[in-house]
């Protein structure tokens, strides 16, 4: 009996097997092929719409999942394009749009503060990758295809400028501004006896200030020396704004905003260390014009602003319309099957 045992045991094995087989077996959701077959499995889709839902904060509702499948279909018809089109997307590429990103949007962030950001969103690196490559793709194929549509793009005319003035007039209101000099030490990084070093010079200095206040010019370009002990700022634009009363805080906003042209304040001490401030301009909230600048201390005005905006919004239309007869060319080309019975 015993030289049955060795079949008996292989034969378990292979049911083992089997069973192991069919479990990993993915139910397909969908399979597309524009250059080769390939398949979207259950169980990647339910990850997925997870990550989806995790973004949003929300359970997607069935014709939402159904609109998100389609586009998981038309991404993999459009990277099977680029394959066809040898359209490239390199790392290195990938790479240089991503910290582009990150200058833009989280430039203070260490890699693992990016990463942790993105995961709390429910943003993995390797998707973020995948976007930035769909991204440089989609470039490169407007740049080899459809150059010309971009070209032929008109700049807004002086109608249309007005026009949007008009119609989003209130958004162009400037709340109360100051311009101010400040001389100031950052204690943040410092222990003890280097804030207490920092308060003495600081309060020697308002002193020398309150006696002549003519020598806080002087005291502003003394600021660059590295041996002086205290930074300075020759002008500086501060808004009456929340936002601003966030960055700053209350002792700092009520000093700015308590003083006359020409008035020196106090001393002010909080959380970043010491400084005080010279009012040199008091700017009271305005409606803006056209040929306003949009920002105080830089060129450009309201009317550059729209239409930039305007050209923007024309540009990413015209984007939009060119993805999506792309992929109906592609959808139309292209053999796709939905399973909706595995769609849940």
Excluded: H
Aim: proline fraction near 3%; glycine fraction near 4%.
């Amino acid at each position: 009996m015993n030289r049955f045992l060795p079949a008996v045991v292989a034969a378990l094995l292979l049911a083992g097997a089997a069973g192991a087989q069919a479990t990993l077996i993915d139910a397909p959701v969908a399979t597309v092929k524009l250059i080769r077959s390939e398949v979207l499995g259950q169980r990647q889709f339910s990850r997925d719409v997870e990550v989806m839902e995790k973004a949003l904060g929300r359970k997607l509702a069935p014709e939402e999942k159904r609109q998100y499948l389609e586009t998981k279909i038309n991404d993999m018809l459009f990277f099977q394009m680029c394959e066809r089109d040898k359209l490239f997307a390199s790392e290195t590429e990938i790479d240089a749009y991503i910290q582009k990103m990150r200058e833009q949007t989280a430039a203070s962030l260490s890699d693992a503060q990016f990463e942790a950001a993105l995961k709390a969103q429910g943003i993995d690196l390797a998707e973020l990758r995948k976007s930035a490559r769909q991204q440089i793709l989609f470039q490169k194929y407007i740049e080899s295809y459809r150059k010309a549509d971009l070209e032929r793009l008109k700049a807004p005319t002086a109608d249309e400028v007005i026009a949007a003035y008009e119609l989003n007039k209130v958004s162009y209101v400037r709340p109360d501004f100051v311009r101010v000099s400040v001389l100031y030490v950052d204690t943040r990084s410092m222990d003890a006896a280097g804030r207490a070093k920092a308060k003495s010079l600081m309060l020697d200095l308002a002193a020398k200030v309150r006696e002549n206040p003519a020598r806080f010019d002087e005291l502003l370009v003394k600021a660059s020396d590295p041996s002086s002990g205290y930074r300075g700022t020759n002008s500086l634009y501060v808004s009456r704004t929340p936002q601003s009363l966030q960055s700053w805080g209350q002792q700092f906003m009520d000093s700015a905003f308590g003083l006359k042209a020409g008035q020196i304040g106090e001393l002010i001490e909080n959380e970043a260390g010491y400084q005080f401030i010279r009012v040199n301009e008091v700017l009271p909230q305005k409606q803006l014009t056209l040929t306003d600048p949009y920002q105080l201390g830089q060129a450009a005005t309201v009317q550059d602003l729209i239409r930039y905006q305007l050209f923007q919004a024309a540009q990413q239309k015209l984007l939009a319309d060119i993805m999506e007869s792309l992929i109906a060319e592609l959808r139309k080309a292209a053999a796709v099957k939905i399973f909706e019975e595995n769609l849940k």
